[in-house]
């Protein structure tokens, strides 16, 4: 390739596709990102894809392809080479003739790339250039194909020049001879590009899934998994052994399950990453779980409550004793709710301290114990150690079994202010939950102050926002809104760049606020069932999940079907409290 003299921003100038200024703040911008001339010019706008590729060609001294012109999808053979490397690479091959390949690539500076293909495939490679986004719509269906997988920051993890390196130091970790704890090795910038890179696209968490052939890579973005690559099978045991090494586990046990944390800075802020290894039928299955501590300092207000839902709220942790819980499932920001609850209250006059498994997110002024069952420190050791030390206010992490929500009782009954987990679906659970673990029934209904169900929904991406001129009448039933109600109100979002085209970003919190009140608290002490205890609560005046999930919608805040997704173990609940 005869390359020309001329950088990529002097070519753009010269064919008046940009100007000077544009140039060299696209350079400054590349500089300081660290990305190339070509990705910073697009990113600003100050020129396309296709006028940077052809640029590229122009410099390079490379043929441009046009992959979208008419009978150009006749002179692509994918068949010349394995479909792995067309994937993994994002090329396209044209023809192989007497040991030379004419091939479709979208980075002329990628030259281990074109080394690997030549020893792979054992022939001469002629390049030819197109813009990535055209290779990658030829491949998902052609020119108009639907993009089936989400597109981050970078197209592929493994498919960029830093990468290509890792399948040779895999290749070398399996024989024994790769030092995973050089920072310079290939698998070490994989694994810190993969944590950088979800961080940077919002993931609360990070799967590492080895299957039969391959292992998957999804992040969780917005409550929602979302398949991020598939990394070829033998990098497998090097991409593990980093990530456990990383996060102080044993490298060499396999069998039982490991935990472990990583600190690691991004964009300047120091982020937690907390590690579960688990064995599984392939292989260790890794999450990682992202902790941001900006995210239960967000205020109780950003966290969705409603005014008269917050006023309460307020109400209730502002109190000298009883027990506050917060029930729903896994990953429904019971934690965040707690943590942010815990912010408000801390202050210099407030002795406060927390049992937690693990402790999540530390706090200056709040005395954290981590639960440790190896030696003894379990929730019960940690709670009676805890009411010798005087304090105002209690969390316990989870009360998992009676004798923790015994103590717990106990505390709120000598004048402590108590708050906890539980997991059930809804708010009046808590109470037959408590009652089923073995606590007497008086202690429950003289004890709990209230109870807080919760649930994270989406919420709408504020750029793609528009109204919903034909919902989908089953959701619109789901939530208790008619066609009237919801006309010009109910919104969603079509799809765009900052959203990832899902049409959501972010997400709040939906609540049922189940305040204890003399008739609630003698149904508990006579062993009322559920839906008693739900029935009396909507009469106090409780507003149900799915209710507070419409007004989300009638605000414009989030869509029927998200919040019917959200609510459906509750829908029919409402139903039969509300008959």
């Known amino acids: 390739m005869a390359r020309s003299k001329k950088k990529l921003g002097e070519i753009l100038v010269g064919w008046g596709l940009i100007n000077s200024t544009q140039a060299d703040k696209a350079a400054q911008t590349a500089k300081a990102s660290g990305k190339r001339m070509g990705d910073a010019l697009v990113e600003l706008g100050f020129a396309n894809e296709d006028q940077v590729s052809k640029a590229l060609a122009h410099q390079f001294g490379m043929e441009y392809v046009d992959i979208g012109a008419q009978g150009m999808a006749t002179k692509i053979d994918l068949k010349l080479i394995p479909d792995d490397l067309v994937k993994k690479f994002l090329v396209l091959p044209m023809s192989k003739n007497n040991g030379r390949l004419q091939l479709v690539i979208h980075d002329p500076m990628d030259l281990e790339m074109l080394d690997m293909l030549r020893f792979r495939l054992n022939v001469e490679v002629e390049p030819k250039l197109a813009p990535k986004s055209q290779i990658k719509r030829f491949l998902e269906g052609g020119p108009g194909g639907k ?95 980093r990530v456990k090494l990383m996060s102080s586990m044993n490298i060499a046990e396999k069998r039982v399950p490991q935990d472990g944390r990583i600190k690691l800075p991004v964009d300047e802020v120091n982020i937690d990453f907390r590690v579960s290894a688990c064995p599984a039928y392939h292989g260790e299955s890794v999450v990682l779980r992202i902790l941001r501590p900006e995210s239960v300092r967000i205020g109780l207000v950003n966290i969705g409550f409603e005014q008269d839902t917050l006023t309460t709220f307020n109400k209730i942790i502002r109190r000298p004793n009883g027990i506050f819980l917060v029930t729903g499932p896994t990953g429904s920001g019971k934690t965040t709710t707690l943590y942010s609850a815990l912010d408000t209250l801390n202050r ?14 530390a706090f200056a002024g709040i005395n954290q114990c981590q639960i440790r069952e190896s030696i003894g420190l379990t929730f019960s050791a940690i709670l009676k150690s805890m009411l010798r030390q005087a304090p105002n206010i209690i969390l316990v992490g989870e009360i998992r079994d009676k004798e923790v929500a015994e103590i ?121 069932p559920v839906s008693d205890l739900r029935h009396a609560a909507l009469q106090s005046g409780m507003r149900p999940l799915v209710g507070d999930g419409k007004i989300k919608i009638l605000t414009g805040r989030s869509t029927p079907d998200e919040i019917a997704r959200s609510t459906q173990v509750d829908l029919d609940n409402v139903a039969k409290g509300a008959a």
């Open 348 to 361: 210099p006059d407030k002795k406060i301290i927390t049992a937690e498994d693990p402790v999540e997110y």
């Open 147 to 241: 993009q089936e997988k989400m597109v981050g920051p970078t197209d592929s993890l493994i498919s960029e020049s830093m990468d290509r390196t890792v399948d040779r130091s895999v290749d070398r970790s399996m024989d024994k001879s790769i030092d995973i704890a050089s920072e310079d090795a290939p698998i070490v910038r994989l694994c810190n590009r993969i944590l950088t890179e979800a961080v940077k696209m919002r993931a609360s968490d990070i799967h590492i899934e080895p299957m039969a052939d391959r292992v998957r890579l999804r992040y969780r973005i917005d409550g929602v998994c979302i398949e991020r690559d598939n990394l070829p099978a033998r990098m497998q045991n090097a991409l593990l052994s």
């Open 408 to 528: 717990a009782i106990q505390a709120a009954l000598t004048g402590h202010l108590v708050f906890s987990t539980l997991h059930t679906n809804d708010a009046p659970s808590a109470i037959t939950r408590l009652i089923d673990m073995g606590v007497k029934p008086f202690l429950v209904a003289s004890s709990i102050q209230a109870v807080l169900a919760q649930r994270l929904i989406r919420i709408i991406c504020k750029q793609c926002k528009t109204v919903d001129t034909a919902p989908d009448p089953k959701f619109m039933q789901l939530t208790g809104i008619t066609a009237e109600e919801g006309a010009g109100k109910v919104m969603k979002g079509t799809g765009c760049d900052n959203c990832n085209r899902t049409g959501y970003r972010g997400r709040q919190g939906i609540f049922e606020m189940m305040v204890m009140n003399s008739s609630i608290r003698d149904l508990a002490f006579k062993l009322a």
